[in-house]
């Protein structure tokens, strides 16, 4: 049994892999002050309610928090006598390439995402998610990671609005009835939903241009069905895009001899 978890700024979600299909998962607040008895007991308290009896194994984590990262561990040696692979450190193998500049970082979930998109669609993709940035990434033909662009979260934005401007209020964001707003949150909601519209276009049609053949949009996040519905923008939407990769990943790991040590 696998235990996936993929801890993003906003969000932690744990997933359960019984090597066919994922049997449980369940999503927690982001705090890097949680310790692990607590993740194991909100776990499996989680788990006895949906009477998921699971003898874990195994665990990989993707975290684009790292101070939540000791923590996983200690909850991975403590209470499934594992040592976790941690997705972007050294002794974790990604089953593509990774080409941007020397010495630059990449967020683990958008190096999950990637090989997730592979998997599902094979090459020359952008991988759209929605969190609390809004990525773009760019996989080449052969699976590698070759880039991408980072812009400000749907939310993050509607946040900013309301905090740097004291008229307006804080607003959920959702399709607007018309483009022009007849009032304070239908202007605003308007402005986001219609900005984030053009910009994911936009951005996606430059992308494509510098690339230089046919490409396919896959999007994944929260909000990603709203503007799937309401625009056409993707060429489809996955729902667990990452913890597919995690599970990729993973078993990639261990069919070249890794996390044996038990």
């Known amino acids: 049994m696998l235990l996936a978890v993929d801890c993003g700024n906003t969000n932690t979600v744990f997933s359960i892999w019984d090597g066919e299909r994922f049997v449980g998962t369940w999503r ?19 788990m006895r309610l949906q009477e998921i009896e699971a003898e874990i194994t195994d ?7 790292p101070r939540v990262v000791f923590n996983l ?8 006598n594992t040592r976790p692979l941690v997705v972007g450190k050294s002794d974790c ?7 941007v500049d020397e010495g630059t970082g990449v967020g683990p979930d958008r190096l999950v995402n ?7 669609y094979g090459g020359n993709l952008i991988m759209v998610d929605f969190g609390t940035a809004t990525t773009f990434d760019v996989v080449a033909e052969d699976g590698a990671y070759i880039g991408g662009v980072i812009a400000p979260g749907v939310n993050l934005s ?3 609005l309301h905090q740097a401007a004291a008229a307006l209020p804080h607003v959920d964001i959702s399709k607007p009835q018309s483009v022009i707003g007849t009032n304070t949150v239908a202007c ?4 986001v939903f219609w900005g984030y519209v053009g910009l994911v276009r936009e951005i996606c049609t430059r992308i494509k241009a510098e690339h230089g053949v046919p490409m ?6 929260g909000l990603a069905p709203l503007f799937q519905q309401s625009a056409q923008l993707f060429d489809a939407f996955e729902d667990d895009l990452t913890m597919h990769g995690l599970q990729i990943i993973h078993k990639y790991n261990k069919e070249n001899g890794l996390q044996d040590e038990h």
């Open 28 to 46: 927690t607040a982001t705090d890097w002050k949680r310790t692990a008895d607590q993740y194991f007991v909100w776990l499996n308290t989680l």
């Open 114 to 120: 990637t090989v997730a998109g592979f998997d599902h």
């Open 216 to 221: 396919k949009i896959i999007s994944t996040g």
């Open 93 to 99: 193998l990604l089953p593509v390439d990774v080409r």
């Open 158 to 160: 509607l946040e900013a």
């Open 188 to 191: 605003m909601q308007s402005g």
């Open 59 to 65: 665990m990989i984590v993707s975290s684009t928090v």
């Open 73 to 80: 561990r200690v909850l991975a040696d403590r209470y499934f």
